[in-house]
């Protein structure tokens, strides 16, 4: 007899979906349930989580499928579940509130008790064992407590809530005196970067060890722009190359498949956690490429490939979107989908392939996962090969060879579950991903796959307009954040790059005119969360911070900056300048947490440098690449056929003659036609 579902069954989020036949009265998140909480004087169970989110999982078997915890809920509260990938509004506010109550950092699942009147929380948390352990007490025991505290407490609770409405008034920055701009932060970030920085494992502070792509990214642009002078900071270049090196050679890198766990458990980058989530492969497929670009390692060049391989395979849907997320957990156990035996391994592998593919990856040495072996680098390829009596490419060749048999084993097994929402923002990080690893490895088919992404979403997911953030199941839902709408600009201006469409670019312009009608600050400089229309919750959020995701106020900064240039359009580059100013003061007080409005700072006080390229064929193609295999982060290189149509005046202006030419703009100044491309290589060359 199939289980009764309760009001989440009519829901398209899977992690909604996860629980709707659980005993728990849950509701989404509305008015039907807010209002219910306010008539019958409850107060609010507020979860929130995501589908692959493993301790969720836990938590939902251990308590939420408990009858008697279900029937203590059903009583003492109005219980409302929420993914944090469809509102990531709600998961901001209640993240921080959590932080300001328990002067601890949040997390998943998260668990909050709110007013019913004014939903402003007054106790939380993340994840409670069922009964008291880990020096937590048991969920049944929270629950009673917390109703007992909120029926006999009533004056304490307003004066906490009060005063936890009063902190977040102060969250968001009022407008700071007269700024300078000047580029002090890159410097003090670059230092403490390298106070931070992991000398002997790669990566910046202890474990847990997230991929934090914005600080790698900023210490490869502080060496490329150091480039230009007398010492270049070559230290700069090893940090963020090392790091992502150990990344991509330990276990936090699906060595068979391809593709980014989330983050690494211990210091060595050796055991992940097993989810793979599309925002975090985005940002580090751009940077695999990049580096490869930067220093011609083969390990980049590799990574690059198998990601954007394994994002081709696994998270693009039919229709051309990219799915949200892979699960951590198969058939119940997390990680049981990509972990090995030395049996299972042998038995797949020739006795050429296996003495090295088990030296390298550690099948030698003792399980390193709850008695199962994760594949981790070990040992150096070429060294395991000189051992062997091998070639340093034949070895290589032997692995490659080995992985790919493993592969096809691996994909007879029962798979994680995949999360297939399509979320803007997350579409947008990979969007700018594929094209970045397009122009970098010569692989027009990604530029392909991620203008199928791009066009699913101006199909079905821009409305009248505006965007929407989430689909799923042939429905588009939720207004748009501004990460949905900056993420996007930025991945469509990174497309094209690799091809030139008119109307790619009027679209970039309508989100920009959004972003200054709906998302702007118009006090204090900077932008909100949330558009000036949606659903007012007890605060707005202006994030300046990088977060597990860039921020959304750097990418909007760097993304006006760089398309107020190429229009010559003086309301971008303003609003640009507005929202660095406004965020200048966080920005000095912490510059290293602050990096993707760093790239934006770079990018003004140091002009960005736009090439236009106008004419046809090949010779139009091959101008283009020859200028894009340089890795230069401040420049933009626009290939323009001679007969492109709908072109805005500043870009009709700079013309095709006979032949292909080539024009170099620095900030708002532009050079006179270039018309070889010795020339163009030559005026190019040192910058």
Not at 362 to 378: I, M, Q, S, V
């Amino acid at each position: 007899m199939a289980a009764e579902r309760n009001r989440l069954a009519g829901e398209t989020s899977p992690y909604l979906k996860q629980h709707e036949t659980n005993p728990v009265d849950w509701h989404p998140w509305g008015e039907e349930a807010l209002q219910l909480a306010r008539a019958e004087n409850k107060p609010i169970l507020l979860s929130v989580g995501y589908s692959a989110c493993h301790w969720c999982h836990v938590m939902a078997h251990e308590s939420f499928e408990d009858e008697d915890t279900a029937a203590l809920m059903n009583r003492l509260f109005v219980n409302i579940k929420v993914d944090r990938e469809e509102r990531p509004d709600l998961d901001k506010i209640y993240q921080t509130a959590h932080q300001i109550i328990t002067q601890r950092a949040g997390g998943w699942p998260l668990t909050m008790f709110l007013s019913p009147e004014d939903q402003t929380p007054f106790f939380g948390g993340t994840y409670f064992p069922p009964e008291p352990r880990y020096g937590m007490p048991g969920f049944k025991d929270i629950l009673n407590r917390v109703h007992q505290y909120y029926t006999e407490q009533g004056e304490e609770i307003s004066r906490q809530t009060e005063s936890l409405r009063d902190v977040f008034t102060r969250l968001n920055p009022e407008k700071p005196d007269q700024v300078e701009l000047t580029d002090e932060p890159l410097d003090m970030a670059r230092t403490v970067l390298e106070q931070q920085f992991d000398s002997e494992h790669g990566g910046f502070g202890d474990a847990p060890k997230f991929p934090h792509s914005p600080g790698i990214e900023r210490l490869l642009r502080h060496w490329r722009e150091s480039a230009h002078g007398e010492e270049p900071d070559v230290q700069a270049l090893y940090m963020a190359a090392m790091t992502l090196q150990r990344m991509i050679q330990g276990g936090v890198f699906d060595q068979v498949g391809g593709g980014f766990y989330r983050y690494s458990v211990d210091d060595l980058w050796m055991i992940p956690h097993f989810e793979k989530m599309l925002y975090d492969n985005g940002p580090l497929l751009a940077l695999c490429a990049q580096l490869w670009l930067a220093t011609g390692d083969e390990v980049f060049h590799r990574a690059a490939n198998s990601t954007a391989d394994w994002v081709l395979a696994e998270m693009q849907s039919p229709e051309g979107a990219y799915y949200a997320t892979l699960d951590a957990d198969s058939e119940g156990e997390e990680g049981k989908f990509y972990v090995w035996t030395p049996e299972q391994v042998k038995e797949l592998l020739d006795e050429e392939q296996y003495p090295l593919f088990s030296a390298v990856y550690g099948l030698d040495r003792e399980a390193n996962f709850e008695g199962a072996w994760h594949l981790h680098t070990f040992r150096d390829p070429e060294e395991v090969a000189k051992e062997l009596g091998a070639t340093e490419p034949h070895a290589q060749h032997l692995l490659a060879q080995a992985r790919k048999r493993l592969l096809e084993h691996r994909e007879q097994r029962i798979r994680p579950g995949r999360d297939e929402k399509i979320l803007t923002a997350w579409n947008g990080m990979m969007i700018r991903g594929m094209a970045i690893a397009s122009r970098s490895l010569g692989r027009p088919e990604l530029a392909e796959s991620a203008r199928s992404a791009a066009d699913f979403i101006h199909e079905h997911m821009w409305q009248d307009g505006r965007l929407l953030a989430s689909y799923k199941d042939g429905k588009a839902r939720f207004s748009a954040y501004l990460d949905d709408y900056v993420f996007l600009a930025e991945g469509l201006l990174e497309l094209l790059q690799c091809e030139w469409r008119s109307d790619y670019l009027a679209w970039i312009t309508e989100l920009a005119d959004c972003l200054l009608a709906h998302f702007e600050d118009p006090e204090a400089g900077g932008f909100f969360f949330t558009a000036d229309d949606q659903e007012q919750l007890i605060h707005r959020p202006k994030s300046l911070s990088d977060d597990s995701t860039p921020s959304g106020n750097g990418v909007a900064a760097s993304v006006l900056r760089r398309l107020g240039l190429l229009l010559g359009e003086p309301r971008y580059l303003e609003a640009a300048d507005r929202a660095l100013e406004a965020a200048w003061p966080a920005i000095q007080r912490y510059p290293y947490a602050h990096c993707s409005l760093l790239q934006a700072l770079e990018d003004t006080v140091l002009p960005v440098e736009t090439l236009i390229i106008r004419g046809e064929g090949e010779t139009l193609e091959d101008w283009r690449e020859t200028t894009q295999s340089i890795f230069a982060p401040r420049r933009m290189v626009f290939a323009i056929p001679s007969d492109a149509k709908e072109l805005p005046e500043g870009i009709k202006g700079k013309a095709a003659k006979k032949q292909t030419v080539a024009y170099q703009c620095v900030g708002m100044q532009c050079s006179a036609p270039l018309e070889s491309i010795q020339a163009l290589l030559g005026a190019i060359a040192g910058r």
